[in-house]
């Protein structure tokens, strides 16, 4: 019995040590398996990122993996300012008229202490000039021309960049652009994106295969989009809000798509990734290095999508920034969009402060408070200029009135053509429009003078401000409008087709608008 239990005893160990082995090796080749996927997981991860990154030095894949390893969080640029710009570019891509032609253009502008951001939509047919040239063409063209002229999509996304900078006065930190097909196909494999639908949106003319049209219909309420129809939701433009509204509609889609991205249901979805990361690949193009690019997908994890601010630059509205108008690229008329006053200094205003909205209002509303009466004489040399301003400034809510009179808003101003000036100024005559007068002066460039010449004191009398406009204004303010109906019929009714088009975009015109 002894000999019987003693042997009992000596097996214990035994079987635990059997145990501890077989576990050892269970874990082993867990830990195995899952170094193996790890490492298949970075491969991938990392030659997806020599498609889609732009890049000039070479990079090795240990070396690559070794910069996302380390603990050293990268700073981004912008970061120490507290604003991270980025470009975000939706294209048509090869299958589709088009081509490299940019459809979608966003600045989203990140707060990397908050966490909160604003999109602002660069409308496509905004007139700019292309940098290094004497020449102007669309906003939308230059992504396509640079990539034409040079083949090469690190080169041709920088006259963009400069463009925008101009536009907006802010640095453009990074870009990411990405196609038709891979937007379709990335939605598709996240499962769709859910959409608070605010209105009904019904299209009878959604460009379909082969010049031909489809019907897009969608109800107001919460939808789940699949990636052809979020496609489409982007796209359609013929309603009542044109393209402005399509604007809008992609940030919202923006905003969805980023939200499902960091969702659980995504991120352990490891078949999806894959599949991600493969259309990825073939479908996008970025300039935010690898070794930043963990930083700047933690950023975007963490942020705040009910802070959003989105913003769109539109024409046609009182507030509107904007203006329509047409110019002729070789034989082609082509309607345009251009900034209401003929300069940036406006839309540099809101971008700037986008953050901070209540600035803006703030001083919209004291202008409207002093009710400031204007008076326009037009010494430009240009015979309709004084009816052009008091159009535009009626649009801003100023009271425009005859130059002998106190009548309010609408009545036409009387004007002087007797002399000539070179260069605008504003007369302070009040001297009880502060805010008024700092407007007017920076949007039209004018010089501020506090007593009119003996020759124009009949006309600046009984008035608050006296606006002389000078053959300055002409260049920035002589344009010829045009309305949003005609810049909307202009796409359906092009004369040329959609490749010669495309080039005489790329060439562009000489005439500033």
Sequence with gaps: MLIEKNNFHESLPRRRKGRFFFWLVVALIFLGVAFLASVAFAFKFYSTSKKVITRDAPESFLGSIQDIASSQKKILRGEKD???????????????????????????????????????????????????????????????????????????????????????????????????????????????????????LHDERYPGPNFSYQIFDIKQGLQ???????????????????????????????KAARQKAFSIETLVNVPAINKILNI???????????????????????????????????????????????????????????PRTGKYDEIQELA??????????????????????????????????????????????????????????????????????????????????PFSLEDLAKKFSAEISQNPPADLSAQCRNTDLCLVAGSDLTENVGYEENTIEELEEGYDKQTVDEREYIELLKKGSSARF
Excluded: C, W
């Design 82 to 200: 507290g604003r991270i710009n980025v470009l975000l570019l939706g294209l048509a891509g090869e299958n589709y008229p088009g081509e490299n032609l940019t459809d979608s253009i966003i600045i989203a502008s990140i707060n990397p202490k908050t966490y909160q951001t604003a999109m602002l939509s660069i409308p496509r047919d905004l007139y700019v000039n292309i940098p290094d040239t004497n020449s102007y063409t669309k906003i939308n063209a230059l992504y396509a021309r640079g990539q034409g002229r040079r083949g090469n999509a690190s080169e041709g996304i920088n006259d963009l960049k400069s463009a925008l900078s101009e536009i907006t006065g802010l640095p453009i930190h990074y870009f990411i652009a990405l196609d038709f097909d891979g937007f379709r196909k990335v939605i598709d494999e996240m499962g769709g994106v859910k959409i608070q639908v605010p209105k009904d």
């Design 352 to 433: 700037k402060d986008i953050f901070n909205l209540d600035l803006i209002e703030r001083k919209k509303r004291e202008i409207n408070n002093e009710e400031a009466r204007v008076a326009i004489i037009n010494r430009s040399g240009l015979a309709n200029l004084e009816k052009k301003l008091s159009s535009l400034l009626e649009k801003m809510g100023y009271s425009v009135q005859t130059a002998a009179s106190s009548k309010k808003m609408g009545t036409r101003p009387q004007t002087s053509d007797v002399g000539s000036a070179n260069n605008s100024v504003i007369y302070d005559i009040s001297k009880t429009k």
């Design 280 to 338: 990825l690949g073939d479908h996008l193009r970025t300039d935010i290095p690898l070794d930043e690019l963990e930083t700047f997908l933690d950023l975007s994890r963490k942020i705040d999508s009910h802070l959003t601010i989105n913003k769109v630059l539109d024409a046609g509205k009182s507030d509107s920034l904007m203006a329509v108008s047409h110019v002729f690229l070789g034989h082609v008329r082509a309607f345009i969009l251009i």
């Design 224 to 254: 789940v989009l699949d990636g052809e129809t979020a496609l489409k939701y982007a796209r359609t433009r013929h309603n009542e809000e044109g393209d402005f509204g399509r604007a809008f509609r992609q940030q919202l889609i923006l």
